[in-house]
């Protein structure tokens, strides 16, 4: 299965292509794209992208792209991207949560999980995961304060992409782990187990999810 996988969530953002057979993965090609570019190169960046490893958009199988939360702007600019190649090619489309890419890369096999990104306003993005074996037990994202997080980090190690961020949960006495911001590779790593369960979505129902909804959606709900 070949895999396209695509990133716009966080200020830069990264394009992949990979194939998967019976468990084996192999990593074709991994492209940054640098933030504030992205509606005008991400179409070329993925047309170079297929050129480069010799293949064209009717050989993908599947596109895996990362929902949020994230940057209002990006994520809408890489789900209309592949909202308009799945539509075209009439392939399925994985959505991948960004939270769950950043504790992926901490949970050891086993373990809970707590990925943190900076919402603003003095919130954070909290993503709560338990992993048996490789498996996702469960999982439960929303908008906290920092202050409410640190109330419930028994038992989970608590892990974010953010330094600043790691800060703040330094001085309120949590221990943390700073990691690397996870790639369009992860992504289309989780995006393919997740098409191997059966989870995915048609370009109708594709949304992005940021988890508190934009200034503008909550003024226009308000009215």
Do not use: H
């Amino acid at each position: 299965m070949l895999i396209l996988a695509v990133d716009t969530s966080g200020k830069n953002g990264s394009l992949a292509l990979a194939r998967f057979n019976d468990g084996a993965e192999q990593i074709l090609q991994l492209v940054p794209i640098e933030g504030g570019t992205f509606s005008a190169q991400l179409i070329p960046q993925i047309t170079a992208l297929l050129e480069t490893c010799g293949l064209s958009k009717q050989d993908i199988d599947g596109f895996a792209v990362v929902s949020g939360p994230g940057s209002f702007t990006g994520l809408r600019v890489g789900l209309a991207v592949i909202k308009g190649l799945a539509e075209v090619l009439q392939k399925p489309i994985a959505a991948v949560s960004l939270l769950e890419a950043i504790a992926r890369g901490e949970a050891q096999m086993d373990g809970r999980v707590i990925a943190a990104l900076d919402a603003g306003r003095g919130e954070v993005y909290v993503g709560r995961f338990e992993f048996q074996g490789n498996s996702l037990r469960s999982a439960q994202e929303e908008v906290r304060t920092l202050a409410s997080v640190a109330e419930e980090v028994d038992g989970y190690r608590i892990v974010t992409p953010d330094s600043k961020l790691a800060d703040a949960f330094t001085r309120a006495n949590l221990k943390i782990r700073v990691s690397a911001q996870p790639r369009a590779d992860v992504v289309a790593r989780l995006g393919y187990e997740q098409m191997r369960l059966g989870n995915t979505l048609s370009p109708e129902s594709l949304d992005a999810s940021y988890i508190r909804s934009s200034g503008a959606e909550m003024k226009k709900s308000a009215q």
